[in-house]
């Protein structure tokens, strides 16, 4: 572990590169500064930073670190940004599963198609049974992050409708 040094109350940080003694020479070999060198320059070792709980901040006082509890506030803003990032998290898992299977310029060109009337009876099928497979997938990931369920597991999301994969690829 890197020791972290102080001077003046400052935040600690690894010794400079270079430090100036009080009589006005400096030294720039850090690996050969004395502890008294480094004394004369103003520096002191700071105790190792503690480490702290999740429901705990660690910030330096001046003169050593100091471990203090969030606030209620302070925690309930930290669940809700954990609880934004899953959800974006959770939207992008179901874009890039939806993608998987019908791309953007696919989505494009089967929507022509069907707006045209230019799908057989089954190829429309399909496609509105790909329509209802989106559908679900948009309507799944809320659930399965609320549930803290594996959004890698195939098994946690809508299975694609026979036919709707085939339709696709003629596309």
């Known amino acids: ?19 100036r003694l009080s ?19 103003g520096f002191s070792q700071a105790n190792p ?8 901040d660690v910030t330096w006082g001046g003169a050593d670190w100091v471990l203090r509890d969030k606030t209620p506030e302070e925690l309930a803003q930290k669940a809700a940004e954990e609880a934004a990032a899953r959800m974006l998290t959770g939207k992008a898992e179901c874009r890039r599963r939806i993608f998987a299977v019908v791309d953007e310029m696919a989505q494009i060109n089967l929507a022509a198609a069907a707006g045209a ?15 209802a497979w989106i ?3 948009r309507g799944t990931w809320p659930g399965l992050i609320d549930a803290g369920a594996d959004l890698s597991d195939d098994a946690n999301w809508p299975a694609v409708p026979d036919g ?8």
């Open 117 to 131: 009337g230019l799908l057989s009876e089954a190829q429309r099928a399909a496609y509105i049974s790909g329509l």
């Open 23 to 41: 009589d006005g020479r400096t030294r720039t070999n850090p690996a050969s500064f004395t502890p008294e060198e480094i004394a004369d320059a």
């Open 49 to 56: 930073k503690p480490e702290a709980a999740s429901d705990q």
């Open 1 to 19: 572990m890197t020791q972290l040094f102080t001077k003046d109350g400052s935040v600690p940080a690894p010794l400079p590169s270079r430090i």
């Open 135 to 137: 559908q679900q997938m």
């Open 164 to 171: 709707a994969a085939a339709l696709v690829a003629a596309f």
